[in-house]
């Protein structure tokens, strides 16, 4: 670009309003189509794959069974022996209070 002189000062030519548009406009287009992104490519999955996949889910819920049931035996075990214990607590109350009245 060439430069001028004005009021005793330099300055920069500036470029014509339609060319410094095409100018813009041409850059705009190149990072457009360079932005663009391209669609992801997909993993061929064999049917191999597939089959091992199905049978590690398959124990995975097997397992999640298991877990389940052993949960369930515990929780009965435990509301079992807590209803027990308290059983056990009101008699030794019910044996503490006699024994207290004797006195």
């Given at each position: 670009m060439a430069t001028a002189v004005k009021n005793g000062s330099t300055k920069k030519a500036t470029m014509a309003n339609a060319q410094l548009k095409e100018k813009l406009a041409e850059e705009a287009t190149e990072t457009?189509?360079?932005?663009t992104p391209q669609p992801p490519k997909e993993a061929v999955i064999t049917l191999d794959e597939r089959i091992a996949k199905f049978k590690k889910l398959q124990g995975l819920n097997n397992q999640r069974d298991r877990l389940v049931s052993t949960l369930e035996s515990l929780q009965t075990l435990?509301?079992?022996k807590?209803?027990?214990?308290?059983?056990?607590l009101e008699i030794l109350r019910d044996w503490n209070l006699r024994q207290t009245i004797r006195i």
């Open positions: 457009v189509s360079k932005a435990i509301s079992t807590t209803s027990h214990l308290h059983f056990c």
